[in-house]
């Protein structure tokens, strides 16, 4: 059993950041309590310990490197530290768990402002002279100070990650605009909205479908409650306004093959654009969990 629920949580962390090498769960993390890091060697730019069964190790440096002697020092470049060494969780995604204001012996403002800097490598990272050092590249980790307060875009569910969902594109998704925090002056009494959405598919991961490329809007466009009447806002008379929609059945007509639908990117905009303040300027992309 034990086992069994490992293993969800592995392959939810993997696929609800696909396509990143490193981050940490959850997020937003509580630095003062255990997190884990992940990173996907196969993501990584250095494919040098891609397939490894040799124990991998960290080495950092940010926001603090500690001096030899200290029980957390990274050993030498021969010899790592075994205080330092990862977690295998199959098909080369690898974890370490921390409490990071601890284990770096520093504040969270340091954290902050400084991210967490490694590298993984084998124990010994020399390597050889024809392939290289057994190392990855350095990978970075910034982590954003908690926001508090109103927040102008979010959704329901929330978000699991920083930007990944915990439900399905089979699932009812809402987009909430709060329009009363609005700094263009031009959208602060207006009314007609639109979330204009569009999809990421397929196994590349790379191609969208879309009503209306939210990205590349060209004049043709302007005309939006023409185009895309599906996706008008709910005015819920409180300088708020809502869209609720299931991915899969808002994009089946663009879909007929029935791939995959991995992300969802939206913009909210106004039923006639006249120009740029008639669009509001955020657009964010959620990412959902792969497990259907």
């Given amino acids: 059993m034990k086992k069994s629920i490992l293993f969800s949580i592995i392959s939810f962390a993997l696929s609800s950041v696909y396509g990143q090498k490193i981050w940490l769960a959850p997020d937003p993390v509580n630095l003062d309590d255990s997190v884990t890091i992940w990173v996907d060697i196969k993501k990584c730019e250095r494919q040098q310990l891609v397939g490894s069964t040799d124990p991998l190790y960290m080495w950092t440096w940010n926001p603090k490197e500690h001096a030899v002697g200290h029980p957390l020092n990274n050993g030498t470049w021969g010899a790592s530290n075994e205080a330092l060494k990862f977690t295998s969780a199959g098909n080369d995604l690898w974890f370490y768990r921390m409490v990071p204001t601890k284990f770096y012996e520093c504040t969270k403002a340091d954290l902050y402002s400084k991210g967490i800097s490694i590298l993984l490598k084998k124990k010994d990272g020399a390597g050889t002279a024809a392939a290289g050092e057994d190392k990855t590249e350095d990978l970075i980790l910034k982590i954003d100070a908690p926001v508090t307060g109103p927040r102008k875009l979010y959704s329901f569910p929330g978000l699991f990650l920083k930007d990944s969902l915990s439900t399905s594109p089979a699932d009812v998704l809402t987009i909430y605009y709060d329009r009363n925090i609005e700094t263009n002056d031009t959208l602060k ?26 990205d590349k809007l060209t004049a043709a466009d302007k ?54 303040y008639d669009i509001v300027a955020e657009s964010p992309e959620y990412w959902f969990n792969s497990c259907e």
């Fill in 223 to 276: 005309g939006v409650a023409g185009v895309v009447p599906q996706m008008k806002m709910t005015d819920l008379n409180n300088g708020k306004f809502r869209f609720s929609f299931i991915p899969n059945r808002l994009f089946a007509n663009k879909n007929p093959n029935n791939l995959k639908i991995t992300s969802v990117k939206f913009k909210i905009m106004r039923g006639y654009i006249r120009k740029t």
């Fill in 189 to 214: 009494d207006k009314t007609d909205f639109y979330c204009v959405v569009k999809a990421r598919y397929g196994a590349s991961n790379t191609e969208y479908i879309y009503f209306i490329d939210i």
